[in-house]
């Protein structure tokens, strides 16, 4: 069984899809619990791409013989009264399912249902944090609480499952557990949309209206304050001022989109910042750009950089969470610090002063993201289930 808070299309619900997807259904019975699609339980509005690609994604794995349950109240924000409400129906469904092995992703499915897991006698107890959430998602308090209940719940947990080795020494650092309780496996990553040969990156300039000689930076991810795209804004705004020809798409969507357009309008960056929203064809758009930033301040990993490298990409991404075992400084991209806008400018203006650089990080890149492939991840999380059962 595993157990995820909001299945949607960001990196720990694309993992965990992966997964049940594609574990070998001869050799496992997989259920899947997942909360709501959409962050608040918001209502799915007809047409919405993203809510079509994730229901596309369920139907999936109904075909593939994954049983579904949903429970609405397992909500990834704070709310005693849905928390205690979701905990009781984890109860209810492990109780009556009971698997052999409960997998829990993120931080509160991973509390919720590993203390459920473990009231119901599950003899295997795995949890995938897909990062953390020590700094940069709740405020100081909030942070605190879920160190502790983090470390509580690492005592009755089997294994910790890591994306990166930066994930592992960030949950030792703060003592979550003891070093033999972790294992790192990698986020797969579907690389076969992203090597497609049919890409035409040019085609797609020129039906954004983008001219040729312009820079074309992209970043992609949840539109929420710990993706950093204010500071990439902000970056572009002093490119902008030194008169260079740039372009910033921003993917995705979230709560901060309004505050983001307000913020492009008051630098008077507006026309050069291109808000795309939830694109099904990310990878066609991710072709087109020169240069692929991620500003996160905080990540698990940033599957998506794996997306950008397999594209040929240079990227310019945080020093923070599991990218720098991703991105190599001067091999693969090049690494700032989080919330430093400078950093981020200059950083862009020396890669565009540089075409061959650019050049050789791609193909760098290129070669590095085939070791981040789904199957490769599937292997290791099988070789963990087996070892595990005995």
Known sequence: ?????????????????????????????????????QPDNSPVHSGDPEMAAIEANIATLVAKGVRLVRLP?????????SDLSAFVSLLLIIRREGPRIVHTHTSKAGI????????????????????????????????????MLERWTARITTRI?????????????????????FTVIHSGVDLVPFFAPHLDGAKVRTGLGISPDTTVIATAGRLTAVKGQ??????????????????????????LRSDLEALSTD??????????GWRPDVAAIMASCDIFCLPSLNEGMGKVLVE????????????????????VPGETGILVQPADGNALAKAILTLCADPEMMRKMGAQGKRK?????????????????TELHG
């Open 1 to 37: 069984m595993h157990v995820i808070t909001r299945f949607d299309k960001g990196g720990s619900a694309e993992n965990t899809f992966l997964t049940v997807r594609d574990l070998d259904k001869d050799r496992y019975d997989v259920v899947l619990v997942t909360g709501a699609s």
């Open 73 to 81: 109240k397992l909500v990834r924000e704070l709310s005693p009264v």
């Open 112 to 147: 919720l249902g590993r203390w459920a897991a473990w009231l119901c006698r599950v003899p295997i107890i795995v949890h995938t944090p897909h990062g953390h959430v020590f700094w940069g998602y709740f405020r100081p308090w909030q942070a605190r609480l879920f160190i």
């Open 161 to 181: 499952v890591a994306l990166t080795p930066q994930e592992r020494a960030d949950h030792l650092r703060f003592r979550i557990a003891p070093e033999e309780k």
């Open 230 to 255: 204010a500071t990439l804004i902000r970056a572009v705004a002093d490119i902008l001022r030194q008169r260079k020809k740039i372009v910033l798409l921003i993917l995705g969507e979230g709560e």
């Open 267 to 276: 630098l008077g960056v507006a026309e050069a910042v291109r808000f795309l």
């Open 308 to 327: 950008a490298m397999a594209l040929g990409k240079p990227i310019i991404a945080s020093a923070v969470g599991g990218i720098p075992d991703l991105v």
């Open 369 to 385: 993201a085939l070791g981040y492939s789904v199957e490769i991840m599937l292997n290791k999380i099988d070789h963990l289930y």
